[in-house]
């Protein structure tokens, strides 16, 4: 278990900032979804630095510390971190912190949020281990920061490969936004529903996932995104994505593009041409179409017409 410690460090000290053009640094910053802020950060083996931050906003986060730990003090409180820990933390706005990196290197993943932000993402709280409910609760009041269980095997595999997956640009995003969304499931998993927050949570889910799958259905030609589809049944991606996998046993996507070839098999056997059957079910070329009626149904559009009803 992480200790508080009362020890100082000697060590270079600087002001946070974004060292990624720095020798033997990587700082990466990407806004994901739901408002949320990640950041990679690696240092190789070298001289123990020091940095020094001020929140700018009333600040909820998380951190997963794959290699190395930190010495970290918090508003004058000072903690310990190890690798292979998960700790989670609050700021309100102006408040300061001041943390070392070790000599032999550092490879940590943060996931950061405003505090309104935070308590849209996690609006079922219950999914939260109680010692981060009550960090989140208090975030605009007091700094503090507390260790959530460990990482697992399989959570630290996922982290480490977030600093070498080869994906750029916009593939980079996606791939490291669904690692994220993996890690936070993973914490939430771990820890039990308290008595009687589980059937609450259950039904809530259902009914988000419900009105979700019926917006869908009525629009199949032109469906939302999914920021917009949560925004529309009074949720966050995140939790939108749960519920429709748990209650449909599919994601969003695999449901549309279902439904989608349903329909279309349904207008091609009532005579409609495969040309305008591609324009009613929300394709603009055809052979997108085509390629995709193929590939989720094995056989061609013009077939299933020539068959009849």
Known sequence: ??????????????????????????????????????????????????????????????????????????????????????????????????????????????????????????AEAVGLPAAARVVLKRSREAAAMVPLRPMTTQAAARLASMFTTPYVGVSRRLYLESCVLDLLAEQLSREPARAGCRDLLLTRHRRIAHAAKDHLDSHLQNPPTIAELARTVGSNEFTLKRAFKGSFGTTIFGYVSQRRMDYAKTLLRQGQSVSLVAHNVGYRCVRSFSNAFRRQTGCSPSSVRQSGP
């Open 1 to 122: 278990m992480p200790a508080r410690t009362d020890s100082h460090h000697h060590a270079v000290r600087e002001t946070w900032r974004m060292p990624q053009h720095r020798a033997n640094r990587l700082v990466e910053t990407h806004e994901i979804g739901n408002g949320a802020q990640l950041i990679l950060s690696a240092f190789g083996p070298g001289e123990s630095v020091a940095f020094k931050h001020t929140e700018v906003e009333d600040t909820f986060g998380l951190g997963f510390h794959l290699l190395g730990g930190t010495n970290f003090c918090l508003d004058g409180a000072r903690y310990k971190t190890q690798a292979k820990e998960v700790w989670t933390g609050a700021g309100p706005c102006g408040s300061m912190s001041e943390f070392s990196l070790p000599e032999h290197g550092f490879q940590t993943v943060s996931i950061r949020f405003g505090a309104d932000r935070a308590e849209a993402f996690f």
